[in-house]
């Protein structure tokens, strides 16, 4: 189905004047979405007109959202990063028709089947945007392509003061699909589940427009630290302003909760984070505050071990922690008045269930009754199988706080054990 004309493939799909009228970013004026269809799905939610904003709302917070800002809930809510896609038969079924990822995580109706497969499975906590972080690039200057081995490719990288002059202030039409797919995914699942959005961190994204693409070494935005700090300082506040009004565009269109992905902050020393991306995101997190203090927002780094107490002072609500950290470790070292979220390794839904049960719960225990999502250390791993993932979910569910913590010392009270 063509995304400039939405009318063009409603015979197989459900179809909805939509009517709704929301702020775009750094727009005045509203868009109307007009006609949007999607393909039938079982559980048949009537559209309604409904209007998000970055201020409170009247409706009750998913149980997700809850435990993001750290209120009291009955059990640890779940939900899984990457939970949406290639580990799933019928995602694979799709992408075998749809083979361009580009064209599955930039329409409408795609991106709203495959949030929804997982939700429609398994029931999560948290139904994420079926999205890329590298989505927003050509809405502000930046052209990438996805090739099938080498990933992400950007054949005009941006190192020079010259380079520089390509970009231009983020351009929120050309991510209507985004917003339009919020909507959607708002209306779907309703108050039974939190629609989270994400975006990637500034120095995350950067790392693909200096480089080119992907990279195992970091060589050559790491010698522009040193070579020319000028050119990535004004390449990174951009970035931040664009990746700023993303955020918020993603909240007014439905987003109940944010995630950042500083993917490749771990390759960095901590030093060097403190400096080169740590001041960015704190830029983000306190704008995005301030245009919508009742958003939750989750921070992640891969590889956090070392810079856990960093991340807490960006101000993030929730700090992710990836699975080489001991989840008691991490909880005391942040302390109570921060959520968290994780850290099952993904590699554990490969075992036996009883032995994923078993991690499930140890995990839950160390992370205390309160202020706690439960997810995975990294996202969804390639043969992952569904009955784990399945499993996952049922045990969180079954989970009863005041069962589990009768007579459970929380971690960051807990005596650390002293080794002889």
């Known amino acids: 189905m063509s995304l400039s004309s939405p009318t063009s493939a409603c015979t197989s799909s459900r179809c909805y004047s939509s009517g709704l009228s929301l702020p775009i970013g750094l727009r005045s004026n509203p868009i109307n979405v007009g006609l949007v269809c999607y393909p039938r799905r079982r559980h ?4 309604r007109k409904f209007v998000v904003a970055c201020s409170s709302s009247s409706s009750p917070d998913p149980l997700l959202v809850k435990a993001a800002k750290g209120q009291a809930v009955s059990r640890p809510p779940a939900w899984m990063m990457r939970q949406a896609g290639r580990y799933m038969a019928v995602y694979k079924k799709l992408a075998q028709k749809h083979p361009s990822f580009r064209e599955r995580s930039e329409n409408t109706d795609l991106i709203v089947e495959i949030s929804l497969q997982p939700w429609q499975a398994f029931r999560p906590d948290g139904v994420i945007i079926f999205s890329d972080i590298l989505t927003p690039l050509p809405a502000f200057g930046v052209p990438f392509d996805i090739e099938e081995v080498k990933g992400p490719v950007i054949q005009s990288p941006i190192r020079t003061e010259e380079d520089l002059k390509r970009l231009h202030p983020i351009d929120l039409e050309k991510l209507h699909f985004v917003g339009d797919s919020l909507k959607i995914l708002r209306q779907e699942v309703g108050e039974h589940a939190a629609v989270l959005g994400f975006v990637g961190a500034p120095w995350t994204i950067a790392t ?5 693409g992907t990279t195992r070494t970091y060589t050559t ?13 004004a390449l990174l506040s951009h970035l931040t302003k664009a990746i700023t009004e ?25 030093e060097m984070w403190e400096r080169w991306s740590k001041p960015y995101i704190e830029e ?14 989750v921070f992640y780094i891969n590889g956090n071990g070392g810079l856990l107490e960093r991340m807490k002072g960006t101000g993030a609500d929730v700090i992710g922690l990836d699975w080489t950290v ?8 942040l302390g109570s008045d921060v959520s968290v979220q994780g850290n099952v390794d993904p590699a554990f839904l490969f075992s036996p269930l009883p032995a994923l049960t078993e991690e499930i719960e140890r995990v839950v225990k160390s992370a205390g009754p309160k202020g706690h ?8 791993l390639v043969g992952t199988p569904e009955e784990a993932v399945a499993h996952f979910f049922e045990t969180a569910r079954s989970l009863d706080y005041q069962t589990v913590f009768q007579n459970h010392v929380p971690a960051e009270k807990a005596e650390p054990e002293l080794v002889a």
């Not at 693909?208 to 080119?212: A, D, K, L, Q, R």
């Not at 992905?261 to 960095?268: H, K, M, R, V, Y």
């Not at 983000?284 to 927002?297: D, L, Q």
């Not at 001991?326 to 070292?333: I, Y």
């Open 44 to 47: 048949n939610s009537a559209a």
């Open 208 to 212: 693909y427009i200096v480089e080119g």
């Open 221 to 233: 935005i790491k010698s522009m630290c040193h070579t020319a700090p000028n050119v990535l300082r």
């Open 246 to 270: 993303y955020v918020v565009y993603q909240v007014e269109h439905g987003a109940h909760c944010i995630q950042i992905f500083d993917s490749w902050g771990g390759q960095l020393t901590p």
């Open 284 to 297: 983000i997190i306190h704008a995005v505050k301030k245009r919508c203090p009742e958003t939750p927002i």
């Open 326 to 333: 001991d989840m008691a470790d991490g909880r005391r070292r």
């Open 373 to 380: 999502i439960l997810n995975l250390g990294h996202g969804v």
